[in-house]
């Protein structure tokens, strides 16, 4: 028994170093890029491109989803960077500074609200905007993404076609007082638009959600829910193939959320990844239909930290930050020196 212990521990420890020598692949996620005041999706250009350069000082490589999570092409050092909705200010602020630093992105589309030749202004109230003054101004035109795929380093994927809530039951929380004063998440749930005095009733994602009517007092079926999301989804993709004539296999949800109805119309569409709002980084061990992301910290160190905890194994797994720093914290800041040593 007194030799079987040491071994046990010895064993456990080798276990232990060579989990935290696994790679694994960060993907980061983006919103805006703009000089607005810095909020939970929006980075100042400045600070953007501070990321960019200590990336590269750190010696990352980045890569697209495809080439890091079905090719297999990704060297060790690899990062995703990956952008929602599909925001003029990506095009303005964003794109140039890719340019500069030679890196790739993958900007995920929500369709409906993609126009022709309109994208052109750096506001904050986007989708209030398209659906309250039908002003797309402030998403990309088609124009501006050929252009930034033209360049060879920006992709472009769906985010499926509307990015909209859905009234979800009877409950009401409140009435319109104010049509402009409601959130984006709300509006989205009226068809016609809202009107002052109408009932406000409990919603969620649509992708996610048996959708109610307050004039009929019915949710929909379950075959209509599913011809919807498959609708939604499939939208998105067809839209973004013929326009840019290329296959699209990578899907990101909105906000993050999916059920198994969704995972099984993004397999039955041609989807091969599906990116997730959920914390972490992806190893051999990861879902290609649960791809992890996390949005960049503003505080520079913090994300050095964060950067190379999540690309390697055993840090990336361990979410308690008690565990973190009792098995990962000495290898991270070891591994940092010599990333900034060896570049």
Not at 41 to 62: D, H, N, V
Not at 93 to 116: C, E, R, V
Not at 232 to 250: H, P, Q, T, V
Not at 277 to 296: C, E, L, V
Request: charged letters at 25%; one cysteine or more.
């Amino acid at each position: 028994m007194l030799i079987v212990i040491p071994l046990i521990l010895a064993a456990f420890a080798a276990m232990i170093i060579v989990l935290q020598r696994m790679p694994a692949t960060p993907v980061l996620k983006y919103h805006h890029v703009n000089q607005n005041t810095p909020d939970a999706i929006t980075i100042s250009p400045e600070l953007f491109e501070k990321q960019l350069s200590l990336l590269k000082k750190l010696g990352y490589r980045s890569v697209s989803p495809e080439e890091a999570f079905l090719q297999k092409k990704a060297p060790r050092r690899s990062v995703v960077l990956t952008f929602d909705d599909g925001f003029f200010d990506n095009y303005k602020f964003a794109f140039p500074l890719l340019k500069k630093h030679g890196f790739k992105a993958t900007i995920f589309l929500t369709t409906s609200l993609i126009k022709d030749n309109i994208g052109g202004k750096v506001k904050r109230e986007s989708f209030k905007d398209a659906i309250l003054k039908g002003d797309f101004s402030e998403f990309l035109s088609w124009k501006q993404i050929k252009e930034m795929r033209d360049s060879g380093l920006v992709d472009f994927q769906p985010h499926t076609h509307f990015h909209r809530h859905r009234f979800k039951g009877p409950v009401v929380v409140s009435k319109v007082i104010d049509p402009e004063k409601l959130d984006f998440k709300t509006l989205s749930c009226f068809d016609p638009p809202a009107k002052k005095g109408a009932e406000v009733l409990e919603s969620g994602a649509s992708i996610v959600t048996r959708a109610y009517d307050p004039n009929t007092l019915r949710y929909e079926t379950q075959k209509d829910y599913l011809q919807r999301i498959d609708g939604e989804i499939g939208a998105s993709k067809k839209i973004i193939e013929k326009k840019l004539n290329k296959l699209c296999e990578c899907l990101a949800w909105p906000w993050g959320l999916f059920n198994g109805a969704a995972l099984k119309a993004a397999r039955r569409l041609g989807f091969k990844l599906c990116m997730t709002t959920i914390y972490g980084s992806n190893h051999f061990m990861t879902s290609k239909f649960r791809i992890k992301r996390f949005t960049p910290s503003g505080d520079p160190e913090k994300f050095r930290e964060e950067i190379v905890r999540n690309s390697f194994l055993l840090s990336s797994l361990l979410i308690d930050d008690r565990l973190y720093a009792a098995f990962s914290m000495r290898f991270i800041r070891r591994k940092l020196k010599e990333m900034e040593q060896n570049g």
